[in-house]
């Protein structure tokens, strides 16, 4: 499955599903970027359960200032609407691979019942 285009118009329909959503915030003048691409490519057409969406962050400055992205590229992994994972740096395929599994494997229960709990303590 191909990669899908995130903007300011769609990226609202697309976080509001269940499941997992990856996205890869990037910029056509980064070097890493280009790297990491054909990899986030590649690992997309393996898992077509998975949304695996793009930000170009020059054309969507202000929906990459909304998820608060600060360097290029950036990963970020959402399942059931709750961010796991958030980091900057290109990744090679086993690493992004295992992202994926440890994504798959968190008991989203148990993280909903703990921000519960963090939003009654607060």
């Known amino acids: 499955m191909a990669a899908t285009e995130l903007t300011r118009e769609n990226v609202e329909d697309v976080l509001a599903g269940d499941?997992?959503?990856l996205i890869d915030f990037w910029a056509g003048w980064c070097g890493p970027c280009r790297f990491f691409?054909?990899?986030?490519?590649?690992?997309?057409?393996?898992h077509p359960?998975?949304?695996f969406g793009k930000v170009d962050t020059e054309a969507q400055q202000e929906l990459?200032?909304?998820f608060r992205i600060s360097?290029?590229?950036?990963?970020?992994?959402?399942?059931?609407r709750v961010?796991?994972?958030?980091?900057p740096g290109a990744l090679r395929e086993p690493e992004l691979e295992r992202l994926i599994e440890e994504a798959r494997a968190?008991?989203?229960d148990e993280v909903r019942r703990r921000a519960a709990e963090h939003q009654h303590s607060a």
């Open 83 to 87: 961010v796991l994972y958030a980091q």
């Open 19 to 21: 499941g997992m959503i």
């Open 37 to 46: 691409a054909p990899v986030y490519e590649r690992v997309s057409e393996k």
């Open 71 to 80: 360097s290029i590229p950036t990963l970020m992994i959402i399942r059931d």
């Open 64 to 66: 990459a200032g909304a």
């Open 106 to 108: 968190v008991d989203m």
């Open 49 to 51: 359960d998975i949304v």
